[in-house]
């Protein structure tokens, strides 16, 4: 099924630490070229245009599982990680936030001229969906984020973001070309949310087709545009609650990293000794690589990978990051070398964890797993990014 949806999310001030940074780089790369090398550039976008998954992507990369600097953080990784390799993988990363989103045309049209597209027509898209999501909704979000995806065969998606002051709330935009069929008949079929009055006609002479699909948008009947919406809407709430996870799923992720005979199978199954810890964030990893959408309905279960910058639910493993994420190097790796019993154990992992939890329905202690995690955090050497404030000396 092809994809394209919206997420409401808080803002949350702050930044991504170099320690992170440079790792979620690496582990985003991974993941992506693990999803393209199994199952192709088309899924990778049909994945990235879907707001659970793009969420469940950035709480495992180790970013706060509900804010809007997700968006920002996991793109800008991305586009780090993927733009050295974009000629080997097929993929493009152009524009980012701000002043980087202005660069989108050039850097569109630079692509299209190496890989022989219609740069133009690339460039068009790219400035209709801004427009119409910044100018043709009238939802009280300005975009300030702007990322378009290209692949090798010419396929797109856009990820944007906007912001509204009042409400304090960003608003994430999910495209995809596979299911753009016209811009003049429902080119986004998952702008929803509360009415914020009337919508405006795009007064720009050349979005002529933008200003036909407002009209169309706002004569759909509001029922139909629920139905076909994935709307992915957070609470403020900052701290991960038992109520935001689904509790038998982390509960057979649990199972699998530390009841003995299931760690073994599992060992077995990825040809490799690993402790409990890694194998419990390697199994969510896992479930990012080859999970069918509804697996992603709680994507703060994903924060149990590798915790969260902020300390929530618990701060960033930095051994078990590391060790997860040479795990999945080596498997690569190995892979591109014609050795793809590895990488093909990360699979095999996911079904394994599916299927404990569809025979036991095993159901997590939440208040035990946060207490067994904040408890083994300094052997791990957990890290957020409190850690790295100066202490101010005590004036006596």
Known sequence: ????????????????????????TKLGTAITEAI?????????????????????????????????????SVMGALKRGLTPRADELGIYICG??????????????????????DGE???????????????????????????????????????????????????????HSAAVRDFVAEPHTAIVGENQGTIMNLVDAQAKPAQTALLDIAHENPETTL???????????????????????????????????????????????LGPRTLQSLALIAEVVHGAPSRFVDPARFSFAHGGKDGHPF?????TYDESLNCLRTSLDGAKLGDKDKLEG????ERFVRAIETRLEPEANFDAIIAH????????DGRSVFDDRPRQLALF
Request: net charge positive; hydrophobic share 40%.
């Open 1 to 24: 099924m092809k994809r394209s949806g919206v997420a409401d999310l808080p803002l949350h001030g702050g930044h991504v630490p170099q320690w992170l940074a440079e790792r979620m």
């Open 36 to 72: 393209v090398r199994t199952y192709g550039t088309s899924v990778f976008l049909s994945r990235l245009s879907d707001p659970f998954w793009f969420q469940a992507l950035g709480a495992v990369m180790g970013m706060d599982w509900h804010s809007s600097g997700i968006t920002t």
């Open 96 to 117: 980012g936030r701000g002043r980087f989103s202005r660069n989108t045309p050039q850097e569109l049209r630079s692509i299209a001229e190496r890989r022989g597209f």
């Open 121 to 175: 027509a690339l460039v068009r898209n790219s400035r209709l969906t801004a427009r119409i999501d910044n100018n043709a909704i009238a939802d009280g979000f300005q975009i300030y984020l702007h990322s378009f995806i290209v692949t090798s065969k010419g396929e797109w998606a856009v990820v944007q973001q906007g912001l509204n002051d009042r409400s304090g709330m960003a608003r994430r935009y999910h495209w």
């Open 227 to 273: 139905k076909t919406a994935r709307h992915l809407r957070l609470p403020r709430h900052h701290e991960v609650l038992a109520e935001n996870i689904d509790l038998k799923r982390l509960g057979a992720v649990l199972a699998v990293a530390y009841e003995r005979d299931l760690h073994q199978f599992a060992e077995f199954l990825l040809l490799e000794k």
């Open 315 to 319: 701060p960033v493993p930095l051994k």
């Open 346 to 349: 990360f699979r095999r992992l």
């Open 373 to 380: 995690e904040k408890a083994i955090s300094p052997s791990l």
